[in-house]
């Protein structure tokens, strides 16, 4: 089969499109003709090797995928070839602690691909059956594909962690990427009232397209003035946050008495500042997030394919083309998720 990878960490140029063998399932398995595979920056990092995790090489990336099902291994039912499916990103034990106290999203063995599994940068791939999901047909392939990833993590973080309750107050920062547009639907499908906030107009504008009710520029406005201007000086009583930096004590500010910030990223700044002292008078709570369990991400999907939740796609490319799809991400030029078509 033709797949990308690399043999050495570093820049764009060691993407190889090449020959490999194709795999083939084993018992329990299923073989996943792959049709569309969602980019991340995490795939840049795991190329450079700055993503502290050790990879064997020559390695496939590709974390989130979608495809059909090519065939089908010894003891396996409930599938048929050529079924439009989409396949779970990171496969948890079932086994360990975590998983056993239904928290499988913080697995000790879990499995991810583009890490201890080849990645969907290639035609087909191999996934445990528990690990592959139907889709109603092979034009949700590149929603598929574009969804799992942003929006189980929005999800978990807006109604597991935050326990979002309809007619609060949510605010979406940075709320033109991608865990940013997911926040700002699932928050809307809630039932909240979502004040989205981003670096420039295009975003925000984008932003009232998902369903935003207030939004802010943080550029040229100050957040938590507008927070308390657009909430009675109450403030508000979830923040979604994921930029981290300066940002983040801007959005801790923007909280009512008792409020919550979900935060599940910083690549604007790992290190920030808190103040403890109005961190305890407001008894704020600061909670950490990562991507959803495996029963949140089957209920995003699900909610993708009712057309509840829409994952906004910049661009579709050629597998060959995989440089230059990773050009994009390390540009920051997308509005919405990259594919790559194998
Ligand atoms: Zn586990």
């Known amino acids: 089969m033709k797949a990308v990878q ?16 194709t795999p083939e399932p084993g018992a329990g398995e299923v073989l996943v003709r792959i049709r569309s595979c969602g980019l991340n920056h995490f795939d840049v990092d795991l190329r450079e090797n700055i993503s502290r995790w050790p990879l064997e090489l020559p390695h ?11 065939a089908i291994g010894e003891g396996v039912s409930g599938f048929r070839e050529g079924q439009a499916v989409w396949v779970l990103h990171e496969i948890p034990c079932l086994e360990c602690e975590y998983c056993l106290a ?7 063995r879990a499995e991810m691909y583009s890490v201890q599994r080849p990645g969907g940068y290639a035609e087909y791939a191999t996934a445990p059956a528990r690990a592959v999901f139907p889709l109603p047909g092979p034009e949700w392939h590149d929603a598929a594909a574009a969804g799992q990833i942003v929006f189980t993590t929005a999800w978990h973080m807006l109604m597991t962690r935050a326990q979002l309750r309809a007619g609060e107050t949510v605010v979406v920062s940075a709320s033109g990427s991608g865990v940013g547009h997911a ?9 909240a009232i979502v004040i989205a906030t981003a670096g420039s107009d295009e975003k925000l ?10 939004v802010v520029n943080y550029g040229q406005e100050d ?13 508000a009583d979830v ?13 801790l500010g923007a909280l009512r008495k008792n409020g919550r910030l979900v935060t599940c990223g910083g690549h604007a700044g790992e290190v920030v500042d808190l103040d403890i002292i109005p961190l305890f008078r407001n008894e704020w709570s600061v909670i950490g997030s990562r991507t959803g369990t495996v029963r949140e991400t089957e209920l995003v999907m699900d909610l993708i394919t009712a057309g509840k939740l829409v994952p906004r796609i ?20 997308q509005f919405g998720k990259v594919l790559l078509r194998p």
Not at 183 to 190: G, P
Not at 239 to 251: D, K, P
């Open 239 to 251: 923040v979604i946050e994921h930029v981290g930096g300066e940002r983040f004590g801007a959005c």
């Open 60 to 70: 496939i990336l590709g974390v989130e995928f979608a495809g059909d099902v090519a």
């Open 205 to 214: 504008e984008r932003s009232r397209l998902d369903g935003a009710d207030h």
């Open 223 to 235: 957040v938590t003035a507008c927070v308390l201007d657009l909430t009675g000086s109450r403030g």
């Open 314 to 333: 910049h661009a579709a490319l050629p597998l060959s083309e995989a440089a230059e799809a990773q050009r994009i991400i390390e540009a920051r030029e």
């Open 6 to 21: 690399f043999h050495e960490h570093g820049g764009r140029e060691v993407l190889r499109y090449e020959d490999v063998p």
């Open 183 to 191: 926040a700002v639907q699932i928050a809307k499908l809630a039932g």
């Open 102 to 108: 239904g928290m499988d999203n913080l697995c000790l």
